[in-house]
């Protein structure tokens, strides 16, 4: 045997056979379909971007995970990169608003639903390629934006069967506010920001460790901690917010911000599952004002998050448009659905309808016309591509999942007729052809 | 202002706003409703590939429109690449064969419909992002193969509602027939192929110099002119090739292998369209049976094409396994449709069904309660974000296509109802909450 080259998929990238397939279409349609009821529109944009496009939006840690296309034709060689693939939806969607403003609405809310690309190390969960499902909505800073995303969310995560996911929501100028009332220096809340995000893995102790380890002042690390760590829930975590920010304007502002939110979404589906919650930090540098995430006891991340950024479409139009928006990760979801078995069993059955098996190679031109008659009514139909005996037909349906096979040999032919076999039950029975249609139909169960 | 990136999409692909993403979405349903009526089941595979999948399997040409992707980290600075965006989704179909073959079942039929990446010059119709919806069978050199691909591929294009197509049909090995009876060195074959390939371009002439260019001897090249021109239409063509190729076995198969396909596909769909055409060439070197390819007249180039490859699998599995193919190009189906306006009118109707006012800022709540109400019954509903005058919201809702509004003052809170205005009439009507959907449903003659 010649030397093969490898047929695994590159590494933390997945080939999804047909199951897997209908699983991920099954999770995107009912996203869409909240998404669309919420008045969302779909949006598409390239593969990749022009390298200048993603560069410096990311932060450094996101610099570095970015792929990169090589220039084709005699800049090959040079090894200069001018192409790099989406890192995520946010910055193309920017690049859109700026490019197309004057073909879009004033409020611009649209939905994406599309790969991207992180060269990041691959993990249970975390691939390099992986989908997400992101909503947004352009052009004003009213919280109802971030009341009906929250609800949106929240149908889209009770619409898939979930019943114990929590929302986490913050402020970015309310940890603004904090850090600063808690003796934090300007230069430092970035570190702070870091150390703080871990409360969750490494604790209290491990915290008040890492920011000392940042250059925080031990007294400045506790004052930290006290004003971060959750000790209260609803409505006393906003009280308690607002008496620590009574003097810090700002901070001030965030906390009745965030107050309206909640207030608004008390007569949503979104009431009960959301935690205002200090230490909830979200990575990413253009957060401008509230921040949320999702998250479900038995996966350690989130399911999905995001937030209001005001000043990002500015880097690409030059004055400032409101905006907020949040992304799911279908790749998160569907890792805990499957652990739960949360899927719907008619998912699992992508196969198709009936078999159509073949008697010899001269009925293969009638085996081919029972196949399209069946077809018209919308039945998914395979025709046994080659003479083979029935038995061997039979089983390679079994094999597929397949739960019927037409035959029509001589007799059945002469009466106009086909015989149906449920190879569930083993029961057979002839009807005529034209009332073949309905017969499979029923015997599925499947809608007329 | 500050310097600006460019805010425009990379040289040869787009941004799809939602009118364009519906249209694909569109035929993209047609599509998959016709291959699963069919029985193949989807598959997805990475974006990219280990650069080694793809070097090699599209002759020298294709390898030079290649994206290929840098290494990462530390290994960037040598300008090395390791990934490629994948160029057809063929050789990933047949890599994912070799991969995946113990979970497959013994004739796989699959579907794929995602993008693909070449880095050719831009032109009308030609992108470097293009979708490719392609079908192959894996498992069976049964003639019925092809015929029902043939079968699909008519349905698809009909259910679209193309009616002018016509399926150029031909085979390789007659093709090589007839190079070899025309006296044609088995070495000049390619290149007398790439000529003929031309013929509808530049004309009889035209080609008789290419041929000649290409080292090919004049009389050769009449010879073979005169085989490939196309003066006869259906059986006729068969015959004529069939007498052609008398004296060359492998030739005369072939024929007998398109005489079989013909004859079967007389009772299907494809019965009309199909047009056995001697000079079919196919660029790619990887087909070694029938091959076809699918035209309007008012588009040059194809829609699509494809045919039987027997050995490209064996390359990765290192035996050899019978395929069958084709692959049509969403971007030129949608050029023709959009130019012949083809699309139905309820496809570009993409916006929200229904828009609901805000009052007043307390009034928000309410807003959104009415707005679940709606969603419940599936309604697509947008709620205006902000406080403002109501005319500027019906003025909102007019410039997005919205055709309702629903707003709710004093007087119709304190009745449980809500007025719906019918922005195209300017009818308003008042109606309790409960029967709002259903009111609006009917009134916009959606299915309940």
């Not at 997945?14 to 699983?23: E, G, M, T």
């Not at 193309?92 to 879009?104: K, T």
């Not at 001589?410 to 009332?435: F, M, N």
Request: aromatic share 6%; proline share 5%; with cysteine.
């Amino acid at each position: 045997m010649p030397d093969m080259p490898s047929t695994k998929p590159p590494s933390g990238t997945r080939d999804f056979l047909p199951a897997d397939v209908r699983r991920r279409e099954y999770v995107i349609g009912v996203v869409r379909g909240v998404y669309e009821r919420y008045g969302f529109e779909p949006l598409e944009t390239p593969a990749f971007e022009n390298i200048e496009t993603l560069l410096g939006k990311y932060g450094e840690e996101g610099n570095k995970l970015i792929f990169k296309i090589l220039k084709r034709g005699q800049h090959e060689s040079t090894g200069e990169a001018d192409l790099a693939l989406r890192y995520d939806l946010t910055v193309p969607l920017a690049r859109v608003i700026a490019q197309h403003q004057s073909a879009l609405p004033k409020f611009f809310k649209r939905y994406q639903i599309q790969p991207v690309w992180r060269a990041d190390r691959p993990a249970r969960g975390r691939f390099r390629e992986f989908y997400q499902c992101d909503i947004d909505a352009i052009g004003s800073t009213s919280p109802l934006v971030e009341v009906e995303q929250l609800a949106a969310l929240c149908d889209v995560l009770a619409g898939l069967g979930f019943d114990d996911f929590v929302v986490r929501l913050n402020h970015r100028a309310a940890l603004t506010g904090l850090l600063e009332t808690a003796g934090v220096a300007p230069e430092r809340h970035a570190d702070a920001l870091v150390a703080l995000d871990k409360l969750d893995k490494i604790g209290r102790d491990g915290v008040a460790a890492d920011l000392t380890a940042r250059g925080i002042d031990a007294a400045v690390a506790d004052a930290c901690l006290r004003v971060f760590v959750q000790e209260t829930t609803g409505e006393a975590t906003l009280a308690r917010l607002s008496g620590l920010l009574h003097a810090h304007p700002a901070g001030r502002e965030a906390v009745s911000n965030l107050e309206r939110i909640v207030g608004l979404a008390s007569g949503t589906t979104a009431a009960s599952r959301i935690r205002v919650d200090p230490s909830l930090a979200r990575g990413l540098s253009y957060y401008t004002g509230a921040i949320l995430e999702v998250a479900v006891p038995d996966l350690s991340g989130s399911l999905g998050g995001g937030g209001r950024y005001d000043n990002l479409i500015g880097m690409f139009l030059g004055r400032d448009v409101p905006a907020c928006g949040f992304s799911l990760g279908l790749e998160r979801i569907i890792v805990v659905m499957t652990e739960r078995n949360m899927f719907p069993e008619a998912v699992s059955r992508g196969v198709s309808d009936i078999l159509v098996t073949v008697w010899d190679e001269p009925s293969q031109a009638d085996a081919l016309h029972v196949a399209s008659q069946l077809r018209r009514s919308g039945l998914r139909v395979e025709v046994y591509p080659e003479a083979d005996k029935l038995g061997k037909q039979f089983k390679y349906a079994s094999s597929c999942g397949t739960p019927l096979v037409a035959i029509r040999g001589d007799d059945e032919r002469a009466a106009g007729q086909v015989a149906i076999k449920d190879l569930r039950s083993g029961q057979q029975t002839a009807v005529s052809i034209g009332e073949a249609a309905g017969f499979v139909t029923e015997r599925l169960g499947l809608k007329t």
